[in-house]
Nanobody
Framework: QVQLVESGGGLVQTGGSLRLSCAAS????????MGWFRQAPGKEREFVAH????????RYADSVKGRFTISRDYAKNMMYLQMNSLKPEDTAVYYC?????????????WGQGTQVTVSS
């Protein structure tokens, strides 16, 4: 069992930056693959980025590539999403998730979400 808690969301202007954090606790959270997803009002939840248990495999959605950076701090059992050059279309509730592998992240554990709002 893994528990996930997101933080760091807020209101920012277009072009601004935010860093989201995901605190993981429970049984061996550092052994899990983790990822960020988001859901905008009236839209389906979508993939943002993921990172495997070692940090060696990272992937981004095309819409955030070059602007967002995912990272992990294994000593603190934390995962981060640095978001730069934010756009209004990045507005969404952002969720962190963890799974035994990159393929199973979405069927694993989820946080409660943190709201990111980008004003134009």
């Amino acid at each position: 069992q893994v528990q996930l808690v997101e933080s760091g969301g807020g209101l920012v202007q277009t072009g601004g930056s935010l860093r989201l954090s995901c605190a993981a606790s429970g049984r061996a959270p550092s052994s899990y693959a983790m990822g960020w997803f988001r859901q905008a009002p009236g839209k389906e939840r979508e993939f943002v980025a993921h990172i495997d248990w070692s940090g060696a495999s990272i992937r981004y959605a095309d819409s955030v590539k070059g602007r967002f950076t995912i990272s992990r701090d294994y000593a603190k059992n934390m995962m981060y999403l640095q978001m730069n050059s934010l756009k209004p279309e990045d507005t969404a509730v952002y969720y962190c998730a963890a799974g035994r592998s990159l393929v199973t992240i979405q069927t694993g554990y989820w946080g409660q979400g943190t709201q990111v709002t980008v004003s134009s």
